[in-house]
């Protein structure tokens, strides 16, 4: 080979590896949000599950094991939130990059402190699907914080030319994040200790984070649909202990939250549980924006 076409070939090299974006597939609108801040455009990024989805229960279509088959990156939420269909996908994409172990799966779960993990042996015949602990744990900015920096860790381990721009867009991220939390701490801040319920149980990570309660669920256990009777001993809570709004999400049946509301007074809030999933909620910090606002705005006039 003459010196000529060796230094087109290397050149050639160089760029397909400093241009070829990650292929980067996320089960969720939230991981892919975090994906997009510190991957930026040096990732290919394709989410699994819409804005409006319940990630519990998704569709294992044949499209999406052909992404699978072609990622470098697979991110899970984990704690068994995609246990009913991205182990299909895994197996059927047949792709070593992205199976556990490698550094292509990521879960993003191995960097937060889970809730809920249960103590005794769990009964999974009873319908519940939160049987390792909460998975709903990116609705708290500290865990968005926690997993942007695994993010940021796996895309340069695989991409390391491009590992200052992760970097640098982590940081933004983080100063950004900052930022949104002070202002979400001070909207806050009046309605320290207020006792709220949910439809689904998503909101214990966000209840923790910033001082508040969740006393009850319409859902008897995660997963398994609201009876009349657990409604009822629900309503006879609300005034017992003084609950004061009921968080909704978009993909739940909200006539249960309807009827609750109806019998006893309490305020409906509409939060989003995955980016996107309402009006002006767009992106990680848009998704807690949104929810910190819809809730305190509520609590203001909820006294
Ligand atoms: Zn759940």
């Not at 995660?222 to 009822?232: A, D, I, K, S, W």
Request: glycine content about 8%; cysteine-free.
């Amino acid at each position: 080979m003459n010196a000529f076409l060796s230094i087109v070939f290397s050149l050639a090299i160089v760029a397909s590896s400093s241009a070829s974006p990650l292929r980067v597939v996320a089960t969720t609108p939230d991981l892919g949000s975090l994906a997009r801040e510190i991957g930026g455009d040096d990732i290919d990024l394709t989410v699994l599950a819409r804005p409006g989805d319940d990630p519990h229960f998704l569709d294992a279509k044949p499209s999406f094991i052909r992404l699978m088959s072609r990622a470098d990156v697979y991110i899970e939420t984990g704690l068994d939130l995609e246990v009913g269909w991205a182990p299909l996908l895994l197996q059927g994409a047949r792709n070593a990059r992205v199976m556990p172990g490698n550094p292509g799966h990521i879960d993003a779960s191995t960097v937060i402190d889970p809730m809920e993990v249960p103590t005794g042996p769990v009964d999974r015949s009873m319908g519940d699907v939160h049987p390792t602990g909460n998975p709903h744990y990116l609705l708290d900015p500290r865990a968005g914080r926690a997993v942007a920096g695994l993010l940021r860790d796996r895309f340069s381990a695989l991409r390391p030319d491009r590992a200052q721009a992760f970097r640098e867009r982590f940081a933004d991220f983080s100063r950004r994040l900052d930022e949104a939390e002070a202002r979400w701490d001070a909207r806050l801040a009046p309605h320290r200790g207020a006792k709220l319920l949910g439809d689904h149980n998503l909101w214990v990570y966000f209840a923790d984070r910033f001082g508040l309660e969740m006393a009850g669920y319409l859902e008897p256990k995660p997963g398994v649909p609201p009876t009349t009777r657990h409604l009822q001993h629900i309503i006879e809570l609300i005034s017992r202990e003084r609950v004061r709004a009921i968080i909704v999400s978009p993909y739940f049946d909200q006539r249960h939250a309807d009827f609750v509301a109806r019998n006893t007074g309490v305020r409906i809030v509409p939060l989003a549980h995955q980016p996107g999933s309402r009006p002006s909620s767009d992106g990680y910090i848009g998704m807690i924006d949104h929810n910190v606002e819809a809730l305190a705005s509520a609590l203001d006039g909820a006294k």
